[in-house]
């Protein structure tokens, strides 16, 4: 997909700056309820029921919060990642045990790095954090391209991924570079959106 703009990263530094504003102005019982909502719409669907282990996220800058989630699924293997250099490391993590976490070099809270490291091939599904998602299955991030890079690698391109953003964070088209990796689907409080094929169905 092409940039509308002549500077796409340009666009992505306006547009991450706005919708990260109007984001963290969402009420928090407003902010609460579509977690919730949204959450569910995972544990309805058969992507989750087929996963056995997944990868998450802890909430930041008012981004769908998972805890619902984790509280339900309490039966799955959790994995959190943690940022080393330009790279995500993955560890098997229980995220409602805050005794397992710490905050790391951007304020979001992590494992700590002694805790088992997960590979690709023992991971079912990747709920993937966004700024904002498209139809089309791109993401914008922070900018740090963490995600990129990690779905980049041939050993990680085969899992399904799902963006995760309230509603309203679900644009027609963002703003894409080479690099930007696709995703398989994007689910807000409104259910999911399946992009493209993955080796399990929604």
Known sequence: ????????????????????TQRQSMPVEQWRLFSQTLCQQLLDSSLWGQAKTVLAYMTFRQEPDLSWLFLQGQDREWGLPRCVGQHLVWHRCNPLNSQMLQKGKYGIWEPYPDFPELSADEVDLILVPAVACDRNGYRL?????????LLASPSWADIPTVGIVFERDLLEQLPSESWDQPLKAICTEKGIVKLLPSKNPL
Not at 1 to 19: A, C, E, I, V, Y
Request: a positive charge; glycine letters at 18%.
């Open 141 to 149: 991030g922070y900018g740090g391209g963490y995600y990129d890079r």
């Open 1 to 20: 997909m092409q940039s509308s703009g002549s500077n796409p990263q340009l666009d992505k530094n306006t547009l991450r700056r706005q919708l990260l």
